[in-house]
């Protein structure tokens, strides 16, 4: 069976999973958004995964990944709630290849979809970031951290 076709096979499952991931979190923003809606946020990020892996094409899920955060950001979610989805996702999709394929296609495998989800988690929290940095902020105040490093 090849990633694409266990992919797809595997969604339900996949998803599944992942969602159950994410309700053990109790993560506020999702918690609030509800099952359905974050059963279909999830989907949506599935679909768009696959799609990269088959196509090896970035350039849905990275613009996806900024349409979100803008999103969640406005929404008032943590960026980490937002990480943390495509956390679940990812980690489900890895356990499903592990159980399915044979070790010789994990490192092809589990490289394409950690690229792709990666592209994302990387687009997702530079937009945010960047979204976050036009507020204002509290500076850290991070002198603390460097006591007694003098003279070593």
Do not use: C
């Not at 989907?43 to 899920?61: C, D, I």
């Not at 979610?77 to 010789?104: G, H, Y």
């Amino acid at each position: 069976m090849d990633l694409h076709q266990l992919l797809a096979d595997s969604a339900d499952s996949i998803l599944a999973a992942a969602e159950a991931a994410l309700a053990r979190m109790h993560t506020e923003g999702y918690e609030r958004a509800g099952k359905n809606q974050t059963h279909q946020r999830l989907k949506a990020l599935y679909v768009l995964t696959v799609r990269g892996v088959k196509e090896r094409n970035l350039g849905p899920m990275i613009a996806h990944a900024e349409t979100v955060a803008r999103e969640r950001y406005a929404a008032g979610f943590d960026l980490s709630e937002v990480q943390t989805a495509f956390n679940v996702l990812e980690e489900a999709t890895w356990k499903r290849i592990l159980q399915v394929l044979p070790p010789s296609d994990y490192g092809e495998a589990l490289g394409l979809v950690g690229t792709v989800l990666g592209a994302g988690k990387d687009s997702l929290a530079r937009t945010y970031v960047t979204l976050a940095s036009k507020t204002k902020t509290r500076t850290l105040h991070l002198q603390s951290l460097f006591s007694g490093t003098e003279g070593t």
